[in-house]
């Protein structure tokens, strides 16, 4: 989620947080000028669902849950994800982010396993808001209490110690709530001399999948449109792009290779994004074996790292490839500037790690010895 931050008009002008609000209870209904105009201490003040304990079910009217096909890495972290539309539509973009009318809120709830296998216990960690205001989009991280009975405002983040097994192995870490200037790095991008706050996720070939709809398999963006909420979507559906979940073995390798480091890196390396003066751009979209994708490309502004590589991929050696080396680096031990991506994680996602390097290998071998930047 984005992390522009709201603020009076004096805050506004100097760039800097808006104050916490002690907004009154919001019985019954949604708080929708509230959300428009204050930073609420409390989670709950929104009214956004009808438990004030629960965000990962019941949103109030008009509220859905979506689903993402492969959604960022964050420690192994389950995400819920819903949208809330007031009034207008949501207007379709082909490449881009949609485009929201004002008033609109997405919220996405972390809750975090202790473990990487499936059907491990979990904690609900924080929840975070997405607000498109007149300004444009804001965000709101919430963390939840220890008895998970409430969620508050954190404007500076919060590091909070955390104990996972992953494959077997524990591990002990400081799960990161974002800080102001931590979201600005992922979803601040360059457009026409302005800087533009964004969502990342909500883009056509991460929406384009089929979900159940009153009991009916259907697809996600025809299931919005037909419920009212976009507008402009292509009538033949087919010629859409659609990420597949990165672990479906079923789909195809590179499908799912790109479709990973789309959701987790195309938001800085992307024209006007943090990454785009490394010159390499990760969309889905890109034809794979270019240049401007990685292939052959010396890295900018990174030495190399202690194994000394010198290309983000040399295709049919994924062990010379900087991206899976990269993937592989923690800041907790020392390589902070190495890390990619260089926030939300403080666990290797060892599954994906792996998928890159398989679809590195099955590239046919290049030699990049005379080639690059």
Request: with cysteine; charged share 25%.
């Amino acid at each position: 989620m984005a992390c522009q931050w709201p603020a009076k008009e004096q805050a506004k002008a100097q760039g800097e947080p808006g104050p916490e609000v002690n907004c009154a209870a919001n019985p019954g209904d949604i708080a929708w000028q509230t959300l428009l105009t204050e930073n609420c201490n409390r989670l709950s003040d929104f009214g956004l669902f009808e438990s004030t304990s629960n965000p990962r079910e019941n949103p109030r009217s008009p509220g859905i849950a979506f689903k993402l096909a492969t959604g960022l890495f964050t420690d192994y972290a389950h995400k819920d994800r819903f949208v809330f539309i007031p009034e207008g539509k949501i207007i379709y973009q082909p490449l881009a982010a949609f485009d929201f009318p004002i008033g609109s809120v997405l919220v996405k709830t972390f809750v975090l396993p202790e473990s990487n296998q499936a059907g491990s216990s979990s904690d609900m960690i924080e929840t975070r808001l997405l607000i498109r205001r007149e300004h444009g989009w804001i965000g709101l991280p919430y963390v939840w209490n220890d008895t998970k009975t409430e969620a508050y405002l954190v404007l500076t983040g919060k590091a909070i110690e955390k104990q996972m097994t992953v494959d077997g192995v524990g591990k002990v870490f400081e799960y990161q709530v974002p800080s102001v200037a931590d979201c600005k790095t992922c979803h601040l991008v360059r457009t026409n001399e302005l800087n533009k706050t964004t969502p990342i996720g909500l883009k056509a070939r991460h929406l384009n999948r089929n979900i159940m709809d009153n009991g009916e398999e259907k697809n996600q963006l025809l299931s919005w449109q037909e419920a009212g909420l976009l507008q402009g979507l292509p009538d033949d559906l087919s010629q859409l792009a659609s990420i597949p979940i990165w672990g479906d073995a079923s789909r195809e390798l590179q499908d799912r290779a790109k479709g990973y480091l789309d959701i987790n890196c195309s938001h800085c390396h992307t024209p006007g994004g943090k990454g785009s003066e490394s010159g390499m751009y990760l969309e889905y979209w890109r034809t794979p074996d270019l240049f401007d994708h990685g292939i052959c490309k010396r890295p900018g502004g990174f030495n190399g790292g202690d194994k000394g590589l010198v290309y983000d991929i040399i295709p049919g050696d994924a062990e010379q490839s900087l991206i899976p080396y990269r993937m592989s680096l923690l800041a907790s031990e020392g390589d902070a500037k190495g890390q990619m991506p260089p926030l939300a994680r403080h666990l290797n996602h060892v599954e994906a790690i792996e998928l890159i390097k398989q679809w590195i290998d099955s590239m046919p071998y290049q030699e990049c010895a005379e080639q690059g930047n």
